[in-house]
Structure formats: C-alpha cells, structure tokens
C-alpha cells in the first residue's frame, strides 16, 4: 500500500485581502450617473435623438452593474461562516459576470434598435445632443478615475473601470455627431454613429465576460501560466514530481492552489512546505495554497495525473 505523508499548510490570514475600499467611488459614481440617465431621457425624446437614448440605456445598465460591483467589495470583506468557510469571496466573481453579461445584452438591444433607425431616420436635434453628451464626458469621466488605481487589481474594479471609461468615450462620439448633425442636418449620421458604438463597446466587453466566465468556472487566472507555476514546484530541492495540480481564483483578486509534491527522500516535509509556499507567494503572488507531501516513489509513475 502506497504510504502517503499528508501535509497541509497556507500562509498566514492575517493580511487583509478584500479589495481597497471605493466605497465613495461607488457612491458618488452611481449618483452621477443615475442622475445623468435621467437627463439622457428627457433630453433624447426631446431631441428625437437615437443616440442618446441608447446612451441612457447602457449608462444605466452600467448604474445597475456598479451597484452589483459595490455589494460585491462589501460582501468580500465579511468573514467566514461555518457553512461558508470560504466567506463571500466569491460574490465578486458572480458579479463581475452579471455585470458583463448585462452590458452584453445592453449591446445587443442597443444593436437591435439602432439597425431599425437607420431604416426610419428621425430629424434630430444635434446641438442638444452634443451639449447633453458634453455633460456625460465629464460625469463618466470623472467616474472612471476614481476606479483607476484598482482596475489591475481586481477584476470587479476593471469592470467598472472600463464601464466608465467606455461611457466616456461614447459620450465624446456621441457629441462629436451631434455637432456633425447640426451642421450637415443628415439624420442618418445618429443612427450610424449608435452602431459604431455598439460595434465598439462589444469587442471592449467581449474580453471582461471571457475572464469572469472562467472565474466562475473555476479557471486558472488571468496573465498565470499553471506550466510555470508546475515547474517552479518542480525545481525545488528533493521533489520528484508533481500531478494533482490545481490553481483558481477563490475571487477576483485572490488565487489559490493545491498540489500533490512527490518527495520520497525527503524527511523535513514542514521545511519543503514552507519553501513552496514562499515561492508561490514570490513569483505568482498567491497565498492560499494546500500542499500534500507523497512519500511513496511509485506516485512519480502512478499518481501522474491530468492538471
């Protein structure tokens, strides 16, 4: 019978993973947006304006999306439960996918209209659209910044980043085609403008769905090649091999790993943990990590199995 020397350790939890507080970032975001949607309303039937109602459709789907990114930072930071041992790490992927997944859909409703516009031109207002788009610039501008220092960090954070900054940058299109409506009085320049920002805001979106669509799969993480994670496990001093290797993001921010080291010659198993688990921190910046020490030579031959 196979001997196996079962030896689990983790780094310690003392250091606070949760990611940085943007409460106020959240806050004052959706209130500036909320209110902007508002004004993108009144404005657009107004001004009979494609554009800008589409405008005030994703801004607030991306109003929706940041509440969902704001109850997620919060929910991250609860402590463990008896029956969720893990805590609420995981809302922050289950919202970074809804919110995604909500842009998604806003695109293709805003797609869907857009084409039947360009069938059915409106004469539209183009210099309130580009004084009501002028307006959306700085709110989601503005917005986009206070996310900027957390947007590598943390995939939720990123979303809203980018929600933010899409919007700036579909507001600055839009107020650009309305100065263009103004002068050359073509409806059709609405319409085509909306599909441009479709086409524009999909292959934005397409990326952010992709990487939360893995970490609810429980994927290996963003930018982290597991071959390299094997071989530097690999290397160290008295392993044999290694098999059994998983690693996946407990959050959008947190990954973690187990892994099954072949170590038949070894006799301080603590001191080989303890080095795995430093250079798994060093090199690839994770922190919760199950190492089980085997000490029978034969795992090198048997126990080799898939990733």
Known sequence: MAHHDHVHHGLGHSHNHAPANFGRAFAVGITLNGLFVLAEVVFGIR??????LADAGHNFGDVLGLLLAWSATLMTSRPP???????????????????????MMAVGAIGIETIRRLWEPAAVQG????????????VNGASALMFVSGSKGDLNIRVAFNHLAADAVMALAVALGGIAIAITRQPLIDPILSLAIVVLIFFGTWKLFKESL????????????????????QELEGVDAVHDLHVWGMSTTEPALTAHLVAPNITDTDSLIQTANMALHERFAIHHVTIQIEKNPACVEDCEGPV
């Open 47 to 52: 001004a009979k304006s494609m554009s800008l």
């Open 81 to 103: 439960t008896p029956t969720k041992t893990y805590g609420f790490r995981g809302s922050s992927i289950l919202a970074a996918l809804t919110n995604s997944t909500l842009l």
């Open 127 to 138: 210099s309130v659209v580009a004084v009501v788009a002028g307006v959306g610039i700085l």
């Open 214 to 233: 893995g970490f609810a799969l429980q994927g290996v993480p963003p930018g982290m090649n597991i071959e390299h994670v094997r071989q530097c496990l």
